[in-house]
T-cell receptor, first 114, second 116 residues
Framework: DAGVIQSPRHEVTEMGQEVTLRCKPI?????LFWYRQTMMRGLELLIY????????DSGMPEDRFSAKMPNASFSTLKIQPSEPRDSAVYFC????????????FGNGTRLTVT | AQSVAQPEDQVNVAEGNPLTVKCTYSVSGNPYLFWYVQYPNRGLQFLLK??????LVKGSYGFEAEFNKSQTSFHLKKPSALVSDSALYFC??????????????FGRGTQLTVWP
C-alpha cells in the first residue's frame, strides 16, 4: 500500500495566486481529512469527508478556501486568492469507517505564499 | 467542549532513561485515545491507541501508554529512550459516537529530545 499521497510536496506562490493541493487517500478508506499545521496554531482540522460528502467544514478559514472530493480516490484543497498568512503545511489523512481506526497521514504540502 | 492538553511543549531526556510525555483530555463519554509521532518533514504516524480493556497499551517502537480514567489522562511512556525517538508527539482523542464521529481532536504536540 502506497499510503496517502499528496502533491505537490512544496509550493511557493505569490500572493493573489490560486493554489491547488491534491490528495489520494488509501484505497478502501471512506473518511478523508484536511489539516493545516503551523507553529502558532498547531494542527487544525479544516474539513473532512465521508464517502465523498463533506461532513464538517467548520474549520475552513474563509471563503477563499474550498475543498472537493469528486470520487473516492481524489480530493483537492484550493485557495483562491492566496495570502501570506496561508503559509503552512497542509496534511491530508484518511481512515476506514471503523470508529476506533487511526488516521493515516500523507507527508504534507509545504505552502509558502510570498 | 472537547479538548486535549499536552502540558509540556518540550521534554528532554538522556538516552537510556525512561521517558514520559503527558496528555490529559476532556471529552464526554468514553473516547478513543491515540498517540502519533511526527518526524521532520513527514506526516503524523500512528503509534498506539486505547479502546477499552487493559489500561496499559503497547504500541510501535517500544512505546506504551497508560490510560487513567479518573485522571482523564493518557500518558505516553518508554522504559529506555533512544536518540532516534527524538520527534514531535501528538495525543489525540476521538469520540465514539455522535455527530462528530470521525473528528479527531489533537493536542498541541510535545517535542521530545533524547540526548546521547
Amino acid at each position: 500500500d502506497a499510503g496517502v499521497i499528496q502533491s505537490p510536496r512544496h509550493e511557493v506562490t505569490e500572493m493573489g495566486q490560486e493554489v491547488t493541493l491534491r490528495c489520494k487517500p488509501i484505497s478502501g478508506h471512506d473518511y478523508l481529512f484536511w489539516y493545516r499545521q503551523t507553529m502558532m496554531r498547531g494542527l487544525e482540522l479544516l474539513i473532512y469527508f465521508n464517502n465523498n460528502v463533506p461532513i464538517d467544514d467548520s474549520g475552513m478559514p474563509e471563503d477563499r478556501f474550498s475543498a472537493k472530493m469528486p470520487n473516492a480516490s481524489f480530493s483537492t484543497l484550493k485557495i483562491q486568492p492566496s495570502e501570506p498568512r496561508d503559509s503552512a503545511v497542509y496534511f491530508c489523512a484518511s481512515s476506514d469507517s471503523v470508529e476506533n481506526s487511526p488516521l493515516h497521514f500523507g507527508n504534507g504540502t509545504r505552502l509558502t505564499v510570498t | 467542549a472537547q479538548s486535549v492538553a499536552q502540558p509540556e511543549d518540550q521534554v528532554n531526556v538522556a538516552e537510556g532513561n525512561p521517558l514520559t510525555v503527558k496528555c490529559t483530555y476532556s471529552v464526554s463519554g468514553n473516547p478513543y485515545l491515540f498517540w502519533y509521532v511526527q518526524y521532520p518533514n513527514r506526516g503524523l504516524q500512528f503509534l498506539l491507541k486505547y479502546i477499552t480493556g487493559d489500561n496499559l497499551v503497547k504500541g510501535s517502537y517500544g512505546f506504551e501508554a497508560e490510560f487513567n480514567k479518573s485522571q482523564t489522562s493518557f500518558h505516553l511512556k518508554k522504559p529506555s529512550a533512544l536518540v532516534s525517538d527524538s520527534a514531535l508527539y501528538f495525543c489525540a482523542v476521538r469520540r465514539p459516537r455522535g455527530s462528530t464521529l470521525g473528528r479527531l481532536y489533537f493536542g498541541r504536540g510535545t517535542q521530545l529530545t533524547v540526548w546521547p
